[in-house]
């Protein structure tokens, strides 16, 4: 008799499911990698490329949970080769697939519902080259006193940099700090000290639009950053985020 014919019946059964959660656990993946790329192509509308994450998360999830269930079937003896591996390779895909939609969900919850941060709240500096490129955007560009106190309750790490140098060197390094994040520079305005830049999200290609801003302080410069998505309530902190980044490559350089 071969192995299968052999094996007990919660080995079969649980050597099925193994096989079948794998399986669901790489079409869920393929479905949650495709829905941006899907959105970037206008192949799908922003709503549908959502709603196909979080159905790719909530099957992944089941299958991750009969994936368990086919190890704990495959406990019996004598067992299906390979059906083990198959099973924890497949509670493996199905939880990698669910984790990040699920960690979204944490953020949603536990996050600002905001999309326009800044380190400066109470004099954010103004997008101006930028608004051609937002034309149709969903979000406008205003910083009501609303997304402050919400910034402010979120994000309260958030400040201004000070750097210990010129105003216009502190704009050379600004502009190649925004380079080296990879933004697309939309202008600069040396006299004015001041940058605007996009930056492009990797999975669904989203627009954020970026404003760099210097002051003259002392022997010094203060420099403000502003991080505005084009679309979306939520931004599950990337705004934040960048500021954060953008702010630490920009102090970090002038170290090295």
């Known amino acids: ?34 829905a941006g790329p899907a959105y970037r192509a206008e192949i799908l509308t922003l709503g549908p490329a959502i709603q196909t994450m979080r159905w790719a998360a909530t099957v992944a999830l089941g299958g991750a949970a009969l994936a368990l269930v086919a190890l704990l079937l495959l406990l019996a003896r004598p067992v299906v080769p390979g059906a083990r591996r198959s099973a924890a390779l497949a ?36 997008f101006e080259a930028v608004l051609p490129l937002r034309k149709g955007a969903r979000n406008a560009v205003d910083y009501p006193a609303s997304t402050a106190a919400e910034q402010l309750k979120g994000y309260p790490d958030l400040a201004p940099l000070t750097l210990p140098v010129a105003p216009p060197v502190a704009f050379e390094r600004a502009v190649l700090a925004a380079r080296a994040m990879g933004w697309d520079i939309v202008a600069t305005a040396p006299e004015k000290l001041r940058l605007e830049a996009t930056d492009t999200t990797l999975l669904f290609g989203f627009k954020d639009d970026v404003v760099v801003r210097i002051t003259p302080q002392g022997n010094g410069s203060v420099v403000d950053v502003r991080s ?12 934040a985020k960048r500021v954060r980044a953008y702010l630490k490559r920009l102090s970090d350089s002038g170290s090295s």
């Open 1 to 34: 008799m071969n192995a299968m014919t052999s094996a007990s019946r919660p080995a079969r059964i649980g050597a099925a499911l193994a096989t079948l959660t794998l399986i669901v656990g790489l079409l869920c993946a393929a479905a949650a990698l495709l």
């Open 91 to 126: 509670m493996l895909v199905n939880l990698i697939v669910a984790a990040p939609p699920l960690y979204m969900y944490w953020q949603v919850q536990h996050l600002p519902k905001i999309h326009d941060i800044t380190t400066s709240p109470s004099n954010p500096p103004a």
């Open 228 to 239: 505005l998505s084009r679309v979306g309530g939520s931004d599950f902190g990337t705004n």
